[in-house]
Structures are given as structure tokens and as C-alpha cells.
């Protein structure tokens, strides 16, 4: 099939309506569209304008109907409970068509919100297509986050409903979220009447009167729910993410545009179709588990895996290698943090050896960069292809990627391949003038951004223009910078705004500023990323204390990484603060981030000419290496 990446790819650059109109024949529409594309929406291009359908009929009802109903759709597997179980098509079926009916009894239609605060377990993957089958907007909150976390997305989304479980499990202990949801529902403005609970034995939780509901208890009580047609360009999801403030965005993921592009992701770039099990070894709580581990698998007729458990230490390294051989699983996608962590207990791949993959065909990874040190200790402890793809939450699939389903291209160690089709990419300078191959800049995507990304922020166009279109008229600013080689292969550097990835999470050092700033002893700070070997990055907090501070500077920086670990939650991952005398700051004020991060790693630093007094340079280093 030579060739057949760069036909896609200009097809879908030069005549993109033609492109993902044929594309979207492969989705079962209600009404078809009146507009492949409208250019002229705003704040954003919108795709399949005019059409209906219904997404959880695409990724459910319709398998069964074409008589796959006995395929397995789900497998669980959870090393943290020793619990194993698998889900037909058919069952899947009964099962939301039964929680969406349940939704439904309290009250919940078309266009509400429901948010999701729920671990690795199927009735997550459950709950979510039951919103989508009456096409209420669900919001999945990560189970990593804090109370405060969960009010902020409380208050932003307005759920009608919220659906919990009754606690989460991290392989050092049982996470009860009763207390989280409590704390939530009380500090947030917006009021929330009820509740669905899903009770789990490791630790049941006890029920408010009035407020919740036991799902199972709903369930029974319930008619089953049928999918209502929504507009193409409805919501499906709200999904927050971390932005530059301390404010997480509320990334709008649209129903038409998402199922044509993510049925058609499945076979062009992972290679995937009906009967293949797929494993996105993620979470429910990110992009990735929303986009493969729920739908994209589900609208392609293949067999997903909900994975409860680690790389490493469930019970050892060789768990995802177990995960394989035990469900033949045909592609495994991570994010390269999980393998430095299976590498790092088991660097010669004594465990790899010990099961049999001869089902998995590629490795996909993706949400931070691949180092090169780690692709090739994969691919050769592995002996398959591995392909770094890069994306967003905000795109929802990959914009640059080896797309194999079309043809495998010869693989650049450090580049995630080439522009998938439908991503015009381009490299900038800081004034918006495009670059020619190799120069470094920031990458940006020429308008329109193909179907399945974000059109908008959740009831925000405004922040949505400005946070991604204004900067560079005519382009989507991705917040990345980097460069396109001589080849077409790109390579990402990083990002150029206070995002940080901390163990391929993305995570705003804003909000932890947010927290630390609020301290008493505090009068100014700065949170950076600073390298990690297994992580990436961690988050790494500096302080200065208000004059006449005379407190142990060790009680308020074990305060701070408290206040942390409590406000924004564990998965931050927020251990280190130290107090320093002064930050770097150029003569206009503005903190030198960038240099922080140098000094921290270790790493060349010129120092910048804009820098109010050069001498902090050395105050910051000493008090570094003190630590
Ligand atoms: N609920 C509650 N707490 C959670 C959680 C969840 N769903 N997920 C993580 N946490 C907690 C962890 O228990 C940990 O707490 P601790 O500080 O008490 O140890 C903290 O958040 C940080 O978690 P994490 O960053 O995951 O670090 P870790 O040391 O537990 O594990 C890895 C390290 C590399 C094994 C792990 O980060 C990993 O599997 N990464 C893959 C990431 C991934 O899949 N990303 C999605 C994009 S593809
Ligand atoms: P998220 O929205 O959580 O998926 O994070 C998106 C950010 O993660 C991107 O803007 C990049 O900075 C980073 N990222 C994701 N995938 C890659 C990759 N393959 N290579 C480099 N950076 C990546």
C-alpha cells in the first residue's frame, strides 16, 4: 500500500470535505448531514453541520444488530483486586441501555450534564455511554484529583447528576471518594440534587438519604433506555484539562466530528478493526481512556481492555506483558513513562521474555515526549514496531503520527512521524510567519482542524478564540513548540506556556502557584518542571517567605507539599519546595521560568539579558544544591 499516507494526507489537506465525507459513510446517521464542513462557524470551523445520530448506537447497538452481539466488547482486568471479567456486545447492550434508563428516571435529558468520578472499572466506560445514548453531556473527573478539583469542575459544568463509586484502589491503598464528594458538593456554588453510587466491596460507601442512589438498586427499577438522535454538533463530552491558569479548561468534544474521525484513527493509524483487542493501558479520567479506551475501540467492532493496575509493582513489571499474553492483545498503547518504569525494574527484559506476545503487533505511546533512550529499549526488548504519536486533549487523536493502518514509514528516533491527515502543520516564529524546514518554532495547525477536535470550551467561545485562535490568525496555536525536518518528520520539543507534564499527566503549574501563593508565610512563588528520570518532569515549588518569617523553612515547605497533595490532589505529584531569597525576574517583573528550569536540571543557561539582577542566578543554584 505505498504511497497511501501521502495520498490521504494531501486528499485530506486539498479537498477535506470530500475526505472525511466519505469517511463519515462509515457511521450510521439518523439524518445526514446538510454540510460536510461549515467554514463559517464560529468560534471554530464545524463539521457534519445538519446531521443526527446517536454515538452509543455507533459504538454499541449497532455491532449487535449486524449479529456481533456474542464478541467480546470489554475485558477487565484488575491485578489490584484479582477481579477478571468480559462484557459481549450484547451485555454491554443490556448493561447501558439499563444505566441509562436509570439516568433517566432522575430526571436526567438530553443536554444535561452528568459528571463521572470513577475508577478503572467497566460501569465507568458504562456510565458514559449511557449519557451518550440520551444524549446527556458527561464530564469524567480523574480519580486523582482533589475535592477542590472536583468543585471547580462542579461549578464550571453544572451537572444535574453525579456518578461516583465508592472508592478507588492505588496498589498502597483503598481510596474511599465518599469524603471527596462530600467535600465537593458542599464547597461548590452550584447545587447538585443526586447522586448514582456504585457501591464496591473493598470499601462500600454509606448513603446520604435523598441524595444518592445504589446504581444496582436503579438499575433493577429501570426500563431499559433507547438512544436519542442528537445533533452532529452537540456536545458529547465536556473534559477539563489543565490550562496556563490556575482554571481548568472545559475541552467540548462534539458527537459527529468525534465518531467519524475516531472510527476512521482506529483502522488508519493503529491498524485496528472488528475482532482485534486494543489496549490503551491509560485511564478513563484523560483524553486517552476517552478516545481508546471507550470510543474509538467500540465504534470500530473491536475488543477493548479496562485495565485496574500499574506498569509496575501489580504485581511486577511484566504485568503488562501478562495483560497481553493473557488477551492477546494486537496493539498496546502507553505513555512512555510506563515503560522507563517496566524498564527501570527490569532493564535486561528478563520478564518481557517470560510471556508470550506473539499477538501484539505495535506499541503506541504517547502524551509526553518519547525520549530516544526509551523507543529503542522498547523496540528492541519488544521486537515490534513502536510509533510515538503526539496529541491533545484538546485535538482528542493524534495529530502527528506512523499512521500503519495507511503505510508504515520508516521510523526517526525522537519524532512522532509525520502530520496525520486532516492536521496542517506548521512551524512559526514568534510573529506568525511560517518556517522553512528545519528551523525550530512554535507548532501550529492551519484552520480548519479536522472532525473530532475541540470546536469550543464548554459555554466559553470567547476563551476558546483567544487561548487557541487569536495568537496566529487562521492557525490553532497547540502550545508546543518544535520543528519539521527536511523529510516531513516532525519533532516536539515541548511546551512553550506554564503546562507541565508530570508522568504523561498534564498538569498547570498556575494552579499549584494558585495554592502555595495562598500560604500565609508566603509572599511570592514559582512552580517549574523540573526533569525527572521516570516521570519526565515533577513539579518543583519556589518559595520566599514574607519579611520576619522566622519560621523552620522545612515546616513550611512539608506544609506546602501537604496543601498540594490536598487542593489539587495526589497525581500531582508535588514533593519538592524550597525557599529561596529571591526569584529570577526580568526588570519588568515577569519570573524567569525558563531559567528556573535550567538551574534546576542542571542544564546550560544563558542568562537572559532581560534579567533585573544576574546575581540571583548563583543565590538560586546554592540554595538547589543545599537541598
Ligand atoms: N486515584 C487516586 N490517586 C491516584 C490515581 C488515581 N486514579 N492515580 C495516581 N494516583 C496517585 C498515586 O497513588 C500517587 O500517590 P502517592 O504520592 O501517594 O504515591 C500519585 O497519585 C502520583 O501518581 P503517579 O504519577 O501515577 O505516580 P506513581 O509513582 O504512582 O506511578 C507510574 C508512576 C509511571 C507507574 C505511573 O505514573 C504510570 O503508570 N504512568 C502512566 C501514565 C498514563 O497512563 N498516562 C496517561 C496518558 S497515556
Ligand atoms: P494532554 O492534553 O494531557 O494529552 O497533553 C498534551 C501535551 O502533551 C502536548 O501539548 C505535548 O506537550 C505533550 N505530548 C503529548 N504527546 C506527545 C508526544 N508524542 N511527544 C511530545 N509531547 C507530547
Known amino acids: 500500500m505505498s504511497g497511501a499516507y501521502e495520498k490521504a494526507y494531501e486528499a485530506s489537506i486539498v479537498r477535506p470535505e470530500s475526505f472525511w465525507g466519505e469517511a463519515g459513510e462509515s457511521i450510521e446517521w439518523t439524518r445526514r448531514w446538510d454540510k460536510v464542513l461549515d467554514r463559517s462557524a464560529s468560534p471554530a470551523p464545524r463539521w457534519f453541520v445538519g446531521g443526527s445520530l446517536n454515538t452509543c448506537h455507533n459504538a454499541v447497538d449497532r455491532h449487535v444488530l449486524a449479529g456481533r452481539g456474542a464478541a467480546t466488547a470489554v475485558i477487565y482486568d484488575s491485578p489490584i483486586t484479582g477481579a477478571t471479567g468480559k462484557l459481549t456486545y450484547a451485555e454491554l447492550l443490556e448493561r447501558v441501555s439499563g444505566f441509562a434508563g436509570g439516568l433517566r428516571d432522575l430526571g436526567v435529558e438530553r443536554g444535561d450534564r452528568v459528571l463521572i468520578y470513577m475508577p478503572m472499572i467497566p460501569q465507568t466506560l458504562i456510565a458514559m455511554l449511557a449519557c451518550a445514548r440520551i444524549g446527556a453531556v458527561h464530564s469524567v473527573v480523574f480519580g486523582g484529583f482533589a475535592a477542590q478539583e472536583l468543585a471547580i469542575r462542579i461549578d464550571d459544568a453544572k451537572p444535574k447528576l453525579i456518578v461516583w463509586?465508592?472508592?478507588?484502589?492505588?496498589?498502597?491503598?483503598?481510596?474511599p471518594y465518599k469524603p471527596l464528594v462530600d467535600r465537593a458538593l458542599e464547597s461548590a456554588q452550584w447545587r447538585v440534587a443526586a447522586t448514582v453510587v456504585c457501591q464496591r466491596e473493598q470499601q462500600p460507601a454509606q448513603l446520604v438519604r435523598g441524595r444518592d442512589h445504589d446504581w444496582d438498586e436503579l438499575v433493577q427499577r429501570a426500563e431499559p433506555a433507547a438512544c436519542v438522535a442528537v445533533a452532529a454538533?452537540?456536545?458529547?463530552?465536556?473534559?477539563?484539562?489543565?490550562?496556563?491558569?490556575?482554571?481548568?479548561?472545559?475541552?467540548?468534544?462534539?458527537?459527529?466530528?468525534?465518531?467519524?474521525?475516531?472510527?476512521?484513527?482506529?483502522?488508519?493509524?493503529?491498524?485496528?478493526?472488528?475482532?482485534?483487542?486494543?489496549?490503551?493501558?491509560?485511564?478513563?479520567?484523560?483524553v486517552v481512556g476517552h478516545s481508546y479506551i471507550v470510543y474509538g475501540p467500540l465504534l470500530a467492532g473491536a475488543t477493548t481492555v479496562v485495565y485496574e493496575g500499574k506498569p509496575v509493582g501489580t504485581p511486577d513489571a511484566g504485568a503488562f506483558w501478562r495483560v497481553v499474553e493473557e488477551h492477546r492483545v494486537k496493539v498496546l498503547f502507553t505513555a512512555p513513562t510506563a515503560i522507563r518504569a517496566i524498564r527501570r525494574e527490569d532493564p535486561d527484559g528478563k520478564l518481557v521474555r517470560e510471556y508470550d506476545r506473539s499477538s501484539l503487533e505495535a506499541l503506541y505511546l504517547a502524551g509526553e515526549r518519547l525520549d530516544p533512550d526509551t523507543y529503542f529499549w522498547a523496540r528492541d526488548v519488544l521486537g515490534v514496531p513502536v510509533i510515538d504519536h503526539w496529541w491533545q486533549t484538546?485535538?482528542?487523536?493524534?495529530?502527528?503520527?506512523n499512521c500503519r493502518g495507511l503505510d508504515e514509514l520508516p521510523m526517526k528516533p525522537g519524532s512522532p512521524t509525520k502530520p496525520v491527515p486532516g492536521y496542517d502543520l506548521v512551524v512559526l516564529d514568534a510573529a506568525g510567519n511560517p518556517l522553512e524546514p528545519p528551523a525550530e518554532g512554535v507548532l501550529a495547525l492551519r484552520l480548519p482542524l479536522p472532525p473530532g477536535t475541540s470546536p469550543t470550551l464548554w459555554q466559553n467561545d470567547e476563551g476558546f478564540a483567544t487561548t487557541y485562535l487569536t495568537l496566529f490568525p487562521g492557525y490553532y496555536f497547540t502550545g508546543d513548540a518544535g520543528s519539521i525536518d527536511e523529510d516531513g518528520y516532525v519533532f516536539v520539543m515541548g511546551r512553550v506556556d506554564d503546562i507541565i507534564n508530570v508522568a504523561g499527566h498534564r498538569l498547570s503549574t498556575g494552579r499549584m502557584e494558585?495554592?502555595?501563593?495562598?500560604?500565609?508565610?508566603?509572599?511570592?512563588?514559582?512552580?517549574?518542571?523540573?526533569?525527572?528520570?521516570?516521570?519526565?518532569?515533577?513539579?518543583l515549588g519556589l518559595v520566599v517567605l514574607k519579611a520576619g518569617v522566622s519560621r523552620d523553612p522545612a515546616d513550611v515547605t512539608s506544609e506546602l507539599v501537604r496543601m498540594v497533595r490536598e487542593q489539587v490532589g495526589p497525581v500531582a505529584a508535588f514533593k519538592r519546595a524550597v525557599v529561596v531569597n529571591r526569584l529570577p525576574k526580568t526588570r519588568s517583573g515577569?519570573?524567569?521560568?525558563?531559567?528556573?528550569?535550567?538551574?534546576?536540571?542542571?542544564?546550560?543557561?544563558?542568562?537572559?539579558?532581560?534579567?533585573?539582577?544576574?546575581?540571583?542566578?548563583?543565590?538560586?543554584?546554592?540554595?538547589?544544591?543545599?537541598?
Do not use: N
Open 165 to 175: 463509586a465508592s472508592c478507588g484502589i492505588e496498589p498502597s491503598r483503598v481510596i
Open 233 to 286: 454538533t452537540d456536545p458529547l463530552y465536556i473534559l477539563y484539562t489543565s490550562g496556563t491558569t490556575g482554571k481548568p479548561k472545559g475541552v467540548v468534544r462534539d458527537h459527529g466530528g468525534h465518531a467519524v474521525a475516531l472510527l476512521w484513527s482506529m483502522q488508519a493509524i493503529y491498524g485496528v478493526g472488528p475482532g482485534d483487542v486494543f489496549w490503551a493501558a491509560s485511564d478513563m479520567g484523560w
Open 394 to 401: 484538546e485535538t482528542g487523536w493524534a495529530i502527528c503520527a
Open 514 to 539: 494558585e495554592v502555595l501563593a495562598a500560604h500565609p508565610d508566603v509572599a511570592e512563588c514559582a512552580v517549574v518542571g523540573a526533569a525527572d528520570d521516570l516521570k519526565g518532569q515533577v513539579p
Open 590 to 627: 515577569k519570573i524567569l521560568r525558563s531559567a528556573i528550569r535550567k538551574i534546576a536540571d542542571g542544564t546550560e543557561l544563558v542568562i537572559p539579558a532581560t534579567i533585573e539582577d544576574p546575581s540571583v542566578i548563583e543565590d538560586l543554584r546554592a540554595s538547589l544544591r543545599v537541598e
